[in-house]
């Protein structure tokens, strides 16, 4: 899992067709690399966020044949680092 934070929107007028309906977002990850990633829990601009890549982004709503490989899987609301 990563931690990254909601930067922008991504919209596409074609896709794949079981993308639809799907809300697709940028991420900035904290290694400073973009990222789009599907957000499966209502994630906004400027929010902290954890991001599921791979195989398991892909479970994360059971899209096991889904060109999908990063998936918003929670809001952050605080950290605590020692």
């Known amino acids: ?15 794949y067709d079981g993308l639809d309906g799907l809300k697709f977002l940028i991420v900035k990850t904290e290694d400073n690399k973009r990222m789009v990633a599907f957000d499966s829990v209502g994630a906004g601009i400027g929010e902290k966020v954890i991001i599921s890549t791979g195989s398991s982004a892909r479970n994360v709503l059971n899209m096991r044949d889904l060109p999908v490989d990063a998936a918003i899987i929670g809001i952050i609301d605080g950290m605590d680092e020692e």
């Open 1 to 15: 899992m990563l931690i990254g934070e909601v930067i922008g929107n991504v919209w596409a007028t074609k896709k």
